[in-house]
């Protein structure tokens, strides 16, 4: 991966801010685990209460993990002033979501003044083993104070 | 939508057991409002600890509510012994998921012995308004018996 | 599908001259069958020289008119000076490309300044019978003049 | 990238063959420049026949690029007597595909005995530097004999 230059200098904290600010990851149980410009690991814990009918987490939650972890990869890239929204992601289910923690990283692979790509991955940990268990590709977008004011375009609704 | 003729004259019951054995709706609170040979209305209620920091649901929460509609809708259609599995999906998010109320539909667009294509929509119910937030079209695999003995090929985990 | 309402009033002739400056619409042999604001229908005759090892049409090929379909149906509700590039789309294949002539139609879901998604269908006409062959569902992006002259964002190249 | 073991022992020529079978791959110029267990890179000149309305290569034929990777890529590790569909795959433009020639590399991330599940890049060269001009997930299936008599699930089909 290529090394990025975050435009904002407090990328970090902006980045974990973002994260906090997300009753969603504290009621998944979804923490950051490493924080770089352009790339971030998170973790989760497995809970029954988020699982489908075999006993596996939902592959709706395995999603979650993996688009925030886009999404504050990201985060780290855009200016100071930018919100962020998902514009798509696609996830690929490679195994079933079966372990004791689930981890997932993602990174940057082009970033932009408006769109930016990235790439994440999900791993279970089962006994000891880790198993590459889902794959996502996806858009996400920097609203800026000047676009959030007029009506914002493909994302904010009618 | 072609009229689609169910394989399992139990397919209701079958859903509706399929769906209930899920703890991540209950813990969600998605429920079914609507149920047919290859089609399916999920509904669920704004609920503050799924959401993101702007106040909307997390994208991956929509998601999950989204890959459900289309896994039910997929198993109506399913053999009686075959268990069902997301193979992959992508979500679209049109519009913030801003609402007190989320309805996802999903219909089967092809099914197939092996493999199953849906397509489901998202909707936001806010202020009496209803918008359109976010689509998925996905791919759902049957694991029948003789598979789920042998080594389950492409989604079973090594 | 609603009815939009075109920026540009000569949205169709907009739309024929950038599908016409497409040398690669002309190889393929695909042409404009119906248009309209928000919606387009293409078609493509059978050729020898774009199968794959079956004899069928290459997906690649067919994606191919997915992609102009979906582009030019964009296109249609875009203001005058825009330029437009695909971001993504996924294209799902349900049927084998058999057939003596091909369709595409295409749909704005959702229209914006930023970026506007569609989606498509692909039918083939083999003995007088119409099947579905495949979908898509893509994200494009309106290029602005403005934007054109600062590096362009999230689709040109460093 | 794991090692991967091929069943077919005669897995190079059989690639070839298949690859060589499409009339479609001659026809926009692209030839295999490397080919391993569950890798392939592909390769494919500029040809002003097939751009689009700004010079650029046609994201379709762009992806007729990388689907092909996948598939051959894939087919590497299928057992001797398998024909292989695609069955999906998404496609993220990152940059124009303005060049001299196009590299198409594919990988596969996780064989299976009905899907096997791949991801590919498309670089572009001009003028000496090298760009990462769009990436591909895809998912392909196995068809095996026993399969193809009878009703082909999931892609051949009514």
């Known amino acids: 991966m290529a090394a ?16 906090d600010g997300q009753p969603a990851m504290r009621t998944l149980g979804i923490v950051i685990v490493r924080l770089g410009p352009g790339e ?3 973790a989760m814990l497995h809970s029954p209460e988020f699982t489908q009918q075999n006993g596996f987490i939902h592959a709706g ?13 990201a985060f780290t ?11 798509e992601f696609k996830t690929t ?3 079933p979501a079966r372990g004791e923690r689930f981890v997932f ?10 769109l930016t790509f990235c790439e994440a991955r999900a ?10 268990i889902a794959t996502m590709t996806g858009t996400l977008m920097a609203m800026l104070p000047r676009m959030a004011t007029s009506p914002a375009p493909g994302t904010s609704g009618a």
Chains 1, 2, 3, 4 share one sequence.
């Open 123 to 132: 791993f279970a940990e089962h006994e000891g083993k880790i198993t590459l």
């Open 61 to 73: 939650i395995i999603t979650a993990g993996l688009d925030n972890a886009c999404g504050v990869a």
């Open 93 to 95: 289910l490679l195994a």
């Open 77 to 87: 890239l855009m200016p100071r002033e930018a919100d962020i929204l998902t514009v």
């Open 4 to 19: 990025y230059e975050p435009k904002n200098p407090g990328y970090r904290a902006a980045a974990v801010a973002m994260f």
């Open 105 to 114: 990283k993602a990174e940057v692979v082009k970033p932009g003044r408006t």
């Open 40 to 42: 971030v690991e998170l």
